[in-house]
């Protein structure tokens, strides 16, 4: 079974410019978390996606924003890029982020985001 | 808010040596699960191990096992006979039953293996 893809991997943009991620979780899975990962703050979550729902969402400011498609493929969306958005943005799916158990989450490779 | 607190930022062993790599967390709830995870080079996040919160005993993986003290809200995550492959950065993570999809991360820590 293919694991969790990401795309692009590698991504340079100019501030004030806005960007894409892509994230297609491992077939079968139906909830897709975002997660920032820098020196600085280390992993923090953004937001997870349930059946084309946003269910959760973490402390991040409004220009981050996200999506998940009826296949359960996931963007999320950065507008008016700042230097502090330079990061490597992580998705993580889970089988279907069952309240009742562990629902173990499986991390993508990533894409690394330079805001210049 | 629940917090996870990694105290050691960088450990080193010596290959075929064994190592523990110590997380406390802060929570409130008593139904919870916790993680740890491997980041070597690539930037790819492996689960290593996992326990629920509600289990006594102790999760093993293979040469990885788990020390789990729930009164002290304490996770150590011990490797045995430590291969060169295990260098990497390990987080400790935690997740709320029931808030699924979110989980909190250690500031991790940077292990080292010495041939």
């Known amino acids: 079974k293919a694991g969790v893809t990401q795309t692009p991997r590698y991504l340079i943009k100019t501030r004030g410019q806005q960007v894409t991620l892509s994230c297609s979780p491992i077939?079968?899975?139906?909830?897709v978390s975002w997660y920032q990962q820098t020196p600085g703050q280390g992993l923090q979550f953004l937001f997870e996606?349930?059946?084309?729902?946003?269910?959760n969402k973490g402390n991040f400011p409004g220009r981050f924003s996200g999506r998940q498609f009826s296949n359960s493929r996931s963007e999320m969306n950065v507008s008016t890029l700042e230097l502090g958005d330079s990061a490597l943005y992580l998705c993580?799916?889970?089988?279907?982020?069952?309240?009742?158990?562990?629902?173990?989450?499986?991390f993508g490779p990533g894409t690394r985001l330079t805001v210049l | 808010a629940q917090t996870v607190t990694q105290s050691q930022p960088e450990m080193s062993v010596q290959e075929a040596e064994t190592v523990t790599l110590s997380c406390t967390y802060d929570?409130?709830?008593?139904?919870?699960?916790l993680f740890w995870y491997k980041q070597p080079p690539s930037r790819q996040m492996i689960l290593v191990i996992r326990?629920?919160?509600?289990?006594?005993q102790n999760a093993t993986e293979n040469r990885f096992s788990v020390n789990f003290q729930k009164a002290a809200k304490s996770f150590s995550l011990k490797i045995s006979d430590s291969q060169l492959g295990d260098a990497a950065m390990y987080f400790c993570a935690y997740r709320r039953a029931g808030n699924a999809g979110k989980s909190t991360f250690g500031d991790g820590t940077t292990l080292t293996v010495k041939p």
């Open positions: 929570t409130s709830e008593s139904d919870y699960y």
């Open positions: 993580a799916s889970s089988l279907d982020g069952s309240l009742a158990g562990p629902d173990t989450q499986y």
């Open positions: 996606y349930f059946s084309e729902t946003q269910r």
């Open positions: 326990q629920e919160a509600y289990k006594q």
């Open positions: 077939s079968g899975h139906r909830s």
